[in-house]
């Protein structure tokens, strides 16, 4: 495909966009976290945004969890990007990893018109399961590329749990 | 009006076909230029390809997980690692100044209007 005819197949410029956001908005479906503004999120105002789809009031991110295990601890990551460290609220409740953050929207140039939103901002909260009990008093975290680490001893050090279940 | 626009099948895009990620932007548009703003988390600065072709944007990123091999995945929501998404550039943009930072797995792009295409102040002499 040419790129002339995907220009006039698209028509006008944010339309094309759109075209995108509507994919993404089919992927958000299966999104994982949500996320809610509030006054503190500092969103641009109704007036400066032209992206017609966008809703204020909620935003949906993937923000994908992975949990890795060996011996001796599990390491939780979790994707939030846009964040500052502080930002962050990280507890271990019994046998469940609880993420707080607050996303909020900086941008230096207020001047302009928002033509595309698609990031999500706003307060958000995972709830991690937990496999194995963990010291949480001996937790770590960390903040690295937009993605946070958390570090967890196992109580009881040894191998990862596998059993088998029959179907009957 | 015609800034950027997103592309579906280029050049520059089917050379890599693997399955992908298509991660979220904000633009904005000023007197001055565009702002593209797009969350890619879990990519380091060298991980991150931003290619300028023509007038076509290609922003290529994949993930580093970083992690000691002896872990165990137990649990992961996202399979893929890569990320990448194409934009058609209008002639008004200067595609030779596009200049970019990567800060907590937030990308910012910032593309001037060439300055034909840039708003100019002229000064009236009073005669």
């Known amino acids: ?168 | 009006m015609n800034a950027v626009t997103q592309t579906r099948d280029t050049a520059a895009t089917t050379a890599a076909r693997e399955p992908a990620l298509l991660p979220p932007v904000d633009v904005v548009e000023d007197a001055t230029g565009i702002t593209l703003y797009a969350d890619l988390p879990g990519v380091p600065r060298e991980n991150l390809h931003l290619r300028v072709e023509g007038d076509q944007l290609t922003l290529e990123a994949e993930m580093a997980l970083a992690l000691p091999q002896a872990l165990q995945p137990q649990h992961a929501e996202v399979q893929l690692s890569r990320y990448r998404r194409g934009f058609t550039l209008s002639k008004e943009l200067d595609a030779e100044k596009v200049s970019a930072e990567l800060s907590q797995g937030v990308l910012r792009v910032r593309i001037p209007k060439a300055e034909h295409a840039q708003p100019r102040k002229i000064a009236v002499q009073v005669a």
């Open chain 1, 1 to 168: 495909m040419k790129i002339d005819e995907i220009r006039q197949g698209f028509g006008t410029l944010w339309d094309s966009v759109t075209e995108g956001w509507d994919r993404l908005r089919q992927s958000a479906a299966g999104a994982l976290t949500r996320l809610r503004p509030g006054d503190d999120t500092a969103l641009p105002a109704r007036e400066h945004v032209d992206d017609t789809l966008w809703m204020p009031s909620a935003g949906w991110a993937m923000m994908g969890g992975e949990v890795f295990e060996d011996d001796d601890r599990l390491v939780v990551r979790l994707e939030a990007p846009g964040l500052e460290k502080e930002d962050f609220d990280v507890q271990v409740q019994g046998e469940t990893l609880v993420v707080r953050g607050s996303k909020r929207f900086e941008r230096e140039s207020t001047e302009g018109r928002w033509r595309v939103m698609q990031c999500a901002y706003g307060a958000f909260q995972r709830t991690v399961p937990l496999p194995v009990p963990v010291r949480g008093e001996e937790a770590r975290a960390s903040y690295r590329n937009g993605v946070l680490r958390v570090e967890l001893p196992k109580l009881a050090p040894g191998k990862p749990r596998t059993v088998s279940v029959q179907v009957g």
